[in-house]
C-alpha cells in the first residue's frame, strides 16, 4: 500500500514539475481565460472587472471572458471559482463582502484563505458619507455633535446587514461614541431613494450611487471613508481628518486564482495587471468612478485579506451578528 501512495504521489509530483516549467517556458495563457465577478453587472465589482479583463486581453494574447456569477453574497461564483483547475484559466474577484463572510455565515463551502491563490489588489472603493438636507450638520464634527445631542433619534441606511455600508455606520457608533438607529435595505438604490425623500438620516454610499444627488443639491456630502480624500471629490475631507481621527473603511476587490495555481502564473498575472493599473487611461476611467487604483505584490494581497478578515470578525462580534 505504502509503494503504491509513494508511486501516486511521485506521478502526481511529476506532473506538477512539468506544468510549473511548461508554463514557465511560456506556454500559458493556452486558451481563453475567464474572471468570475460573483455580482451581476454594473457596480464597482463589475467595472473594475471588465476594466482589467479588457486590457489584460491585450497583454496576454488570449481572451479575458467576465463571467458574471451573482448571489448568495458573493459566495456562489467564488465557490465555483475554488473548485475550478488551478491552471491559471480561471481568475476570481469576489465582491467586498468576501473578508466579511467567513464571519456571517456558519459555513462556507470554501476557504477564504486557504482555497485561494492572491494575485494583485485591483481598486479600492472608498464609501461617501452623505446625510440629507434636512439634517443640520454640515461636517463629521456637526454630525457627531447632532447624534450626541438626540441620542438614538438619528438613523442610518445600510444596503443590507453584513454589507460595507452597515459596517461602516457600526464603525461610526462606535469610534464616535454615538448612538444611531440601523436600517436595512435590500441594496445600495433602495437606501439612496429613500435618504433622498427623507426618511432616513444618513448612508455610507458608494461615491457613484450618491454624486449625482449631492450635485443636484438632493444630499449634503460630508466625507469619504478612506485614509485619503479622493480625486474625483477633491474636496471633500476623509472622515478621520473631519472630526473622527483613525477613521477608515473601505471597499476592494482583489484578483485571487484557485489554490495550487502555479507560481509562474501568479507571477505573470501580477506583473502585466500592475501594469495594466499603471496605465493613465485606466487610472482616469477608475477616478471617474470614484475609485483608486490597487496594485502590489500577492504576497501583500494576501497579508491584507487575512488582516481584513480579523478586523471585520471583531467588529461583527462586538455588534453582536449572528452567523447565517
Request: zero cysteines.
Amino acid at each position: 500500500m505504502l509503494r503504491k501512495v509513494l508511486a501516486v504521489s511521485a506521478v502526481t509530483f511529476g506532473a506538477a514539475l512539468v506544468a510549473q516549467s511548461a508554463f514557465a517556458q511560456g506556454g500559458y495563457p493556452s486558451r481563453p481565460l475567464r474572471l468570475i465577478v460573483p455580482a451581476a453587472p454594473g457596480g464597482g465589482t463589475d467595472y473594475t472587472g471588465r476594466t482589467i479583463a479588457q486590457k489584460l486581453t491585450e497583454a496576454l494574447g488570449q481572451t479575458v471572458v467576465v463571467e458574471n456569477r451573482p448571489g448568495g453574497a458573493g459566495n456562489i461564483g467564488v465557490e465555483i471559482a475554488a473548485r475550478s483547475n488551478a491552471d491559471g484559466h480561471t481568475l476570481v474577484m469576489p465582491i467586498t463582502s468576501f473578508p466579511m463572510n467567513p464571519h456571517l455565515y456558519r459555513k462556507l463551502p470554501f476557504d477564504t484563505v486557504k482555497d485561494f491563490a492572491p494575485i494583485v489588489l485591483a481598486s479600492v472603493a472608498p464609501l461617501y458619507l452623505v446625510v440629507n438636507p434636512s439634517v443640520p450638520a454640515k461636517s463629521v464634527s456637526d454630525l457627531i455633535a447632532l447624534a450626541k445631542a438626540k441620542p438614538g433619534q438619528l438613523n442610518y441606511a445600510n444596503s443590507g446587514n453584513g454589507t460595507s455600508a452597515h459596517l461602516a455606520g457600526e464603525l461610526f457608533k462606535k469610534m464616535a461614541g454615538v448612538d444611531l438607529v440601523s436600517i436595512p435595505y435590500k441594496g445600495g438604490g433602495p437606501a439612496v431613494i429613500d435618504l433622498v425623500a427623507g426618511r432616513v438620516h444618513l448612508y455610507f454610499s458608494t461615491i457613484p450611487a450618491a454624486l449625482a444627488q449631492v450635485q443636484a443639491g438632493k444630499l449634503r456630502g460630508l466625507a469619504v471613508t478612506s485614509a485619503k480624500r479622493v480625486s474625483l471629490i477633491p474636496d471633500v475631507p476623509t472622515v478621520a481628518e473631519s472630526g473622527l481621527p483613525g477613521f477608515e473603511i473601505v471597499g476592494w476587490f482583489g484578483i485571487f486564482a484557485p489554490a495550487g495555481t502555479p507560481k509562474p502564473v501568479i507571477s505573470r498575472l501580477n506583473r502585466e495587471i500592475n501594469d495594466v493599473l499603471r496605465m493613465p487611461d485606466i487610472q482616469k476611467r477608475f477616478a471617474s468612478q470614484g475609485l483608486v487604483p490597487g496594485g502590489g505584490s500577492p504576497e501583500e494581497l494576501g497579508k491584507f485579506l487575512r488582516s481584513e478578515i480579523a478586523k471585520w470578525g471583531a467588529l461583527i462580534k462586538q455588534i453582536g451578528l449572528e452567523p447565517q
